[in-house]
């Protein structure tokens, strides 16, 4: 017979193939990560509303603890579960000695009106000189008149009182305003006050607060001929699609609002205020844009502007004396502040620009009427509905014409030439032509740029 035999393997065959080093070191490359490309945490609720997490804990919560003494023959605290619980809180000995500064601390109250030792020098025990805190208000309240109580004659008089208690010295009420020499010296004070060197002006409160850098006050003629409002708003002004995410950060659409003032077209308490926002991000990114460096639209290039809601005007009142500063460093500005400057200012001089605010107005979203269309405004007015608007930028120069042109001259006037009785900043018949400048101007310049409209009236 004949054996067969079979080689074993001693040693393993390895197969090596390896691979040259990289000619070139590793680059990173940067990719862009907008706010978009996060996830919100919203789809995690979900989740955590169907997974339990149980909490086991024992009735000591872990801790072994004795409550109290137990008693001769007994067995740890079970004297306290049965109620006793003198071994964490003794029965109080009335002859305990006190000492003489705690005294004051075991004397009963005296009863509001009632006639006791601490009412005759109109002190509080241990605290004399001083007058009681129960005589700060005599009167009772009742709580079913709370809602018809006229409370701020009471608050004052709890507040003089409580200042009186604590030794508030009275602040100084200073000259009458009305009075026209209190006013005259008042405004003399100012001129003192305006030369003295930075490192002597104080807050007027806050007198720990010091003047570190003065800026001269100038009205903007750049935004001179513009109106500014002070609007309030009762909820997000925004809008979003109904599956569109949620935003993360501001919207860059808002600032760039555009309204339409419809209030004298309709019958009082109906009037509407129609609220316009870019077409999207890019659009308004690139409004922005040319805004700031006060560049041109190009020819056929307008940006679209589309109606988003109607809004109803609930309070509108005059503002005086109520103004919007903007701070130019001028020359001294530092890199961050020229990059956001916007180029029609650029090489002004140092200075805190003003424009008067001319009035504060709060607005709110308007709701339809059940069958009511809010493309279609009822008769007999004559303004017609805007689904959009195309603008385009121009300089004030190479668009105004004719009336409008010397309407915006008369502005750019105040500046240059204001007139001698001009006391408060004013944008209302301040100009040269009389009557003719009563009429608001169809056109206004933007930081240096003319805003072109072109209407698009709903084909819808």
Known sequence: MQKSSKTDLLVRVRYQNPLPAPPFPPKLINIPTGPQRYATYDFLSPIQGERELPLILDSELGLPLEYGKPHEGGRGDGEYWMGNRTGIAPVPNPNAPIADEDAFM???????????????????????????????????????????????????????????????????????????????????????????????????????????????LLPDDDLWANEYDLVRFGEDPSTRAPGEPARLGPDPRLPRAIFRDLTSEFPEGEGRVSFYLPANDQAALGYTEKRYTGEESAEGEPFDFRWVRDYELLVSRPLAQEYIFSFDAGEDATEGEERVRPQTVAGRKKGAYYVPLQAAMQLRKRRPKRGEDPRMYPQPTEEAFWDGMAISLHKPDSILEGEHKLKFDAFKGEIANPPEDWGVPSRGGGSAKGDEDEAEPPAKEENGAEVKVSESQSQE
């Open 106 to 216: 075991f004397e009963d109250a005296t009863p509001q009106g009632a006639a006791g030792p601490s009412s005759a020098t109109g002190s509080i025990p241990g605290t004399p000189g001083r007058a009681s805190v129960t005589e700060v208000s005599k009167k009772v309240d009742v709580s079913w008149l709370r809602k018809t109580e006229y409370l701020s004659s009471e608050a004052s008089s709890q507040r003089q009182a409580l200042q009186a208690m604590n030794g508030t010295p009275k602040r100084d009420t200073g000259l009458n305003a009305l009075d026209r020499d209190s006013r005259a010296a008042a405004i003399s004070a100012t001129f003192a006050e305006a030369h003295k060197p930075l490192d002597e002006l104080q807050h007027p409160t806050k007198r720990d607060l010091r003047a570190v850098e003065a800026f001269e």
